[in-house]
């Protein structure tokens, strides 16, 4: 009988099902000296479970963590990086303005300056042509609240006509 419900409760402990006091009568029969063989592997679990609740940790934490000076030196680093980044061209350089155009024979400054005028002459052309079709989007727009307003006087114009000839009709039957 203790055995069949011994049994029950360790299918409840294995699926997480048990309750506290369940659980204490589980280590209750397991620390007896005498268990049935074939739950002689939960017997040795709840020993553990008993033995590392007796534990107890002795050693001294320390509260003041070590500091690491890692962030410190990556920052030297990297200023001494950026500092050999701007020095170094000046030192080994000077500062001579190289111009673009020095490597270039006569003609091929010639076309250079003349393709450069006819994309700028484009550029400007692209431009004015741009504004352009802004205005016609705006002509566009008025436009079309101007045809929304006549088709208003134009509904108006129906009912007003349909009321004349209601006091028209009206009058000549009487």
């Known amino acids: 009988m203790v055995l069949n419900s011994i ?29 049935a063989p074939h739950l002689e592997s939960y017997k040795m679990m709840f020993q553990y479970f008993n033995n590392t609740k007796q534990e107890l940790y002795t050693k001294d934490v320390p509260l003041k963590p070590r500091k690491s000076y890692i962030y410190q030196w990556i920052s030297v680093a990297a200023v001494a990086v950026l500092m050999l980044g701007i020095m170094v061209p000046k030192i080994l350089g000077g500062e001579e303005i190289v111009d673009p155009l020095a490597g270039l024979t006569d003609e091929e400054r010639k076309v250079y300056t ?61």
């Open 7 to 35: 049994e029950k409760l360790l299918e409840k402990y294995d699926n997480g099902e048990t309750t506290l006091k369940e659980e204490q009568r589980l280590k209750e029969y397991f620390t007896q000296d005498e268990v």
């Open 114 to 174: 003349e393709t450069k005028e006819a994309l700028s002459m484009l550029s400007s052309n692209f431009n004015d042509a741009a504004s352009s079709v802004n205005t016609l989007s705006l002509v566009s727009t008025s436009f079309n609240k101007g045809a929304e307003k006549a088709s208003h006087v134009s509904e108006f114009g129906k009912t007003t006509n349909r009321l004349v000839k209601k006091k028209k009709t009206s009058k000549n039957k009487n």
